[in-house]
Each structure stands twice: as structure tokens, then as C-alpha cells.
């Protein structure tokens, strides 16, 4: 069986990132205060089976300014299924005139508890992600 163990990019040099795998840190979603891009860099670490959450801030500029473009008789009602992280939802929200907008993803939502120097988190009661902290 393979371990995956991935590098902290936030505490390992660049050029030692470039060589071995290494992913951002989850740890920043800790944080109440954590920016949007932060934010959808550290849920990119996480795998559900064989997906991992990537996305990004404005990943979809021509989409986005097409359905602006769209001449509604009245503002629509919004469905994103399979979200994400829900930062393209959050893009498209501050772009359109809109009466409801519905957020989904099969995995909308983790949990986390801390022990003994690890971060585990977990999608409903299987552990996904073992964060350590160095010594």
C-alpha cells in the first residue's frame, strides 16, 4: 500500500518544492479571517476518492460575462450543482442580478479535530487528510 505524503509548501524552500510533491496547507481553514484564494488553495489539498477539490478565484471569465450578458425577463434562480469549493458560485454572485442562488456539492462540508501535534479531517466519519506538525 502507498502512503501519499505530501510537502508543506508554506514551510519547505521552492526548490525543494519544485523536486518532491508538496501541497499548500489546510491548516488556513482554521482561520475565520482566511481570504477567498487562500481559502480555495488549502481545500485543494483535500481528495474525496478520486477528486480533489481544485478550483480558483475567476477560473471562468468568459462563462461568467456570457450569462451576465443574457437579457433575463427577471432575475433567475441559480442551481451550482458540484460547487466546490463554491468560489465560482461566489464569482457569479457578484456579477449577476439573480432572485435565489443554490450552492451543492456532494462533499460541502469537513470536519477536523486536533491531537497530540496532528490535524485530522474528516469527510462525514472517514479520515481524508492527517496534517502533522513538526516538532
Known sequence: MKIPIKLNRTYWPKVINSYLPSAD?????????????????????????????????????????????????????????????????LDLMQAINFSKFYVTDLNIEISYKTQAGKTYFYNDNTCILIYLVRP
Not at 51 to 79: A, C, D, G, Q
Open 25 to 89: 496547507s489546510p491548516m488556513v481553514l482554521l482561520n475565520h479571517e482566511v481570504d477567498s484564494e487562500e481559502f480555495s488553495k488549502a481545500i485543494s489539498v483535500f481528495k474525496f476518492g478520486t477528486t480533489f477539490k481544485t478550483t480558483k478565484k475567476r477560473r471562468y471569465p468568459i462563462t461568467i460575462s456570457e450569462i451576465v450578458s443574457i437579457k433575463y425577463p427577471s432575475p433567475p434562480i441559480i442551481l451550482d450543482i458540484g460547487a466546490s469549493d463554491g468560489i465560482t458560485s
